[in-house]
């Protein structure tokens, strides 16, 4: 384990062990700043050593691999696991809009959509996932002092992924091409025949059906299925399960395409790409996982690793929601209850957890970040560190390459 060191001015220095970090305290001569990861900034005046250290992000659509190493060990390391709910959350707020819109707005003659976005726009869930690794380096940077930031890079041919004959003038036909929209290409793809009854229920009129949610999974042809109004209207009320698997489409390979290079130019970092870090780890004979990955961007070789932290992306706060116009009654639950707000890390029967649930009547809900619950009542608690938009949990140790 090690304690992180802020100088007088909050800047970060190189990391001291945690006796060092007591002798510090019991004198008087610094004090706690952070819990977790454990943090002590000193109260007097001192320009301390520093040495190199590179940073390695392992960049991702769902999880983040941090390791921070010097020439001896490593120093800092972390695995972040990002939010999945911005798509749900935005398709949500934009139909409130639009019925909102409908019933206070009066009549508004229709324009021209001649507005346009600015340039480097990138749709919202893209947008926050870039804004959440930024924001995770910039954690790191305010622990240790970094001097080097290494990012894995990747492009994607999404239409090569497709077809991988395509070249040429195949790139600028795709697959829809002489289809008028794309409820006539599924019916042609899956050939005019349900493909659930694959049409035993002699049911002659087809529907398309979207296998995920529209909200979410949105119009792709991959998210769309034939069916027979029978067929669907079974699946419509719960009678009936489809066994088809979902399309997550190619989310994780956009981002890294639109995003990952955008992430460079933030940070001033320097690229690599993943079949270096792949033939790096499986010579080191690394398991793979975002921190073993992380660790080899980071130059990892023989240094000593240490267990890490395993961090969890929430948000901030739930909606604000009002009753009538210009109300001042909310309708959801008071920010704090019983002096506890949701995420607070608290202490019950020796056992660090967070906050998932409360109840007015005194009955809260804890969690770990690997999804276990248990109930308590707010009497047992003990708070120790304010609810945060990441949530910090130490890890088990991680074994060295040999």
Same mark, same amino acid.
Request: a positive charge; hydrophobic letters at 35%; glycine letters at 8%.
């Given at each position: 384990?090690?304690?992180?060191?802020?100088n007088k001015h909050g800047l970060p220095l190189m990391p001291c062990s945690p006796r060092k970090a007591r002798v510090l305290l019991k004198e008087g001569r610094a004090k706690v700043v952070?819990?977790?990861? =454990?943090?002590?900034?000193?109260?007097?005046?001192?320009?301390?050593?520093?040495? /190199?250290?590179?940073?390695?992000?392992?960049?991702?659509?769902?999880?983040?691999?941090?390791?921070?190493?010097?020439?001896?060990? @490593?120093?800092?390391?972390?695995?972040?696991?990002? #939010?999945?709910?911005?798509?749900?959350?935005?398709?949500?707020? #934009?139909?409130?809009?639009?019925?909102?819109?409908?019933?206070? +707005?009066?009549?508004?003659?229709? #324009?021209?959509?001649?507005?346009?976005?600015?340039?480097?726009?990138?749709? /919202?869930?893209?947008?926050?996932?870039?804004?959440?690794?930024?924001?995770?380096?910039?954690?790191? @940077?305010?622990?240790?002092?970094?001097?080097?930031?290494?990012?894995?890079?990747?492009?994607?041919?999404? *239409?090569?992924?497709?077809?991988?004959?395509?070249?040429?003038?195949?790139? *600028?036909?795709? @697959?829809?091409?002489?289809?008028?929209?794309? #409820?006539?290409?599924?019916?042609?793809?899956?050939a005019h025949i349900c493909q659930h009854c694959k049409g035993k229920t002699k049911d002659k009129v087809l529907e398309v059906h979207h296998i995920e949610t529209r909200r979410t999974g949105?119009?792709?042809?991959?998210?769309?299925?034939?069916?027979?109004?029978?067929?669907?209207?079974?699946?419509?009320?719960?009678?009936?399960?489809?066994?088809?698997?979902?399309?997550?489409? =190619?989310?994780?390979?956009?981002?890294?395409?639109?995003?990952?290079?955008?992430?460079?130019?933030?940070?001033?970092?320097?690229?690599?790409?993943?079949?270096?870090?792949?033939?790096?780890?499986?010579?080191?004979?690394?398991?793979?996982?975002?921190?073993?990955?992380? =660790?080899?961007?980071?130059?990892?070789? +023989?240094?000593?690793?240490?267990?890490?932290y395993n961090i969890q992306q929430v948000r901030k706060c739930n909606r604000k929601l009002y009753k009538g116009i210009r109300s001042h009654i909310k309708n959801t639950a008071p920010r704090?209850?019983?002096?506890?707000?949701?995420?607070?890390?608290?202490?019950?029967?020796?056992?660090?957890?967070?906050?998932?649930?409360?109840?007015?009547?005194?009955?809260?809900?804890?969690?770990?970040?690997?999804?276990?619950?248990?109930?308590?009542?707010?009497?047992?608690?003990?708070?120790?560190?304010?609810?945060? +938009?990441?949530?910090?949990?130490?890890?088990? /140790?991680?074994?060295?390459?040999?």
């Open positions: 384990m090690l304690v992180y060191v802020l952070k819990r977790t990861p =454990f943090t002590i900034q000193l109260l007097y005046g001192s320009s301390g050593y520093k040495q /190199p250290i590179k940073l390695g992000v392992d960049s991702g659509y769902q999880n983040i691999g941090l390791s921070a190493t010097t020439a001896k060990k @490593e120093v800092f390391s972390a695995e972040v696991k990002l #939010r999945k709910d911005i798509v749900e959350l935005n398709s949500e707020r #934009r139909s409130f809009r639009r019925a909102r819109r409908g019933r206070k +707005t009066r009549y508004r003659k229709a #324009r021209f959509q001649n507005r346009r976005k600015k340039e480097g726009w990138l749709a /919202p869930s893209i947008q926050h996932k870039l804004d959440s690794h930024y924001k995770a380096i910039l954690m790191v @940077e305010g622990l240790l002092p970094i001097t080097e930031v290494v990012i894995e890079v990747a492009n994607f041919d999404i *239409q090569k992924i497709k077809n991988p004959a395509i070249a040429g003038k195949g790139y *600028q036909e795709g @697959e829809q091409m002489g289809f008028w929209n794309v #409820r006539e290409y599924v019916l042609y793809r899956d949105g119009n792709r042809p991959d998210n769309l299925i034939t069916l027979c109004s029978t067929c669907h209207n079974k699946v419509s009320t719960g009678k009936l399960k489809l066994k088809v698997k979902v399309s997550n489409g =190619f989310k994780q390979e956009a981002f890294m395409s639109m995003a990952r290079w955008r992430l460079v130019d933030m940070v001033g970092a320097l690229p690599t790409y993943g079949y270096i870090t792949k033939h790096q780890r499986i010579g080191k004979g690394l398991e793979k996982s975002h921190i073993n990955d992380a =660790f080899i961007i980071a130059g990892g070789d +023989t240094q000593e690793r240490i267990a890490g704090f209850v019983h002096g506890f707000q949701r995420y607070d890390k608290v202490s019950y029967q020796d056992m660090e957890c967070f906050i998932a649930g409360r109840r007015v009547s005194g009955g809260f809900v804890l969690s770990l970040l690997d999804g276990s619950r248990v109930r308590a009542s707010y009497k047992k608690l003990q708070l120790l560190e304010s609810a945060n +938009t990441f949530l910090v949990e130490r890890r088990e /140790p991680v074994s060295s390459p040999a």
